[in-house]
DNA sequence: ATGTTATCCTACTAAAATAGTAGGATATAT
DNA sequence: ATATATCCTACTATTTTAGTAGGATAACAT
């Protein structure tokens, strides 16, 4: 399961998402409308900051703008800043790979169905992005 | 990820679909085997008797065995038992729903995107079984 | 220059989950 | 009766999660 923090984090990036080009939004804004801890949200818009996705402005009219276009952040790729890996196992994470001790990695029978697992999930979120997550009646006829 | 426990669970069970038809095991030629620690383990094998995956039988001669066949027993229950809900969010879960407070389910996109990703995981983790996970030397010729 | 506004940074804390241990009760075979 | 093995309840240490607190820093306005 995500963490909360994974779940505000994809809150403010599509928030953020819906003012892409815009000026930029403070934190305290997106954490009324978006129902986030205030100070905790600085956090996690620091983090994603510093995953070099958002850039940010201090002062009067400061904030934070989404770096890159909604339908090229993949859900993937949040999901591993804010949440970390993505595979079931260790031994199966393409971003944080761990050897586990006891088994062969070639014959394993569990690595290989969590391998086939992975790949499975990897397929969707890697896919799909945060223009996907964006309401419907922003996308209106 | 998977926890420590859930690991444990599926070396258990691998161990005893290894001896499926035969006497019972004992845990601690589990625990020994297959290096898991013996009052821990157990807990799991407890937990996944209660599951109804597990018959015991006290006293000398005694021990685990595997109540249904391997390849009957699918990957997605046994995580579920031990590990919890397969599903990213507890809104997307089937076996664990939990309502979110905020987002209308019918629009939520994160919703959507989430549903999309525990069907594909699902797919593969409700269609492989013990059975899949057993090294290849047991399937010989 | 000096507020004002906003992010940035370090440290702290409470609660829950994880990964076990300890020790006795119970059932079964000989 | 005794040895063997599971069953059951309770406890504990460590890590992770979900935040809070408070000041430092940068940018803008007047």
Redesign the pocket.
Known sequence: ML???TQ?AFKALVHLAENYGKDP????SISIQQKI????L??I??DL?KADMLE?????????TLKVSPKKLNLATVIRII??PIALLPCVSLNFYEKCMDCDEETCGMRKMMLIARDATLKVLERKTLADMMCEHHEKI
């Open positions: 963490s909360k923090k505000y939004v403070k934190i305290s801890p205030l100070k905790f600085e956090h818009l620091n900051k940010s402005k201090k002062g009067k009219g400061g904030g934070y949440n970390g």
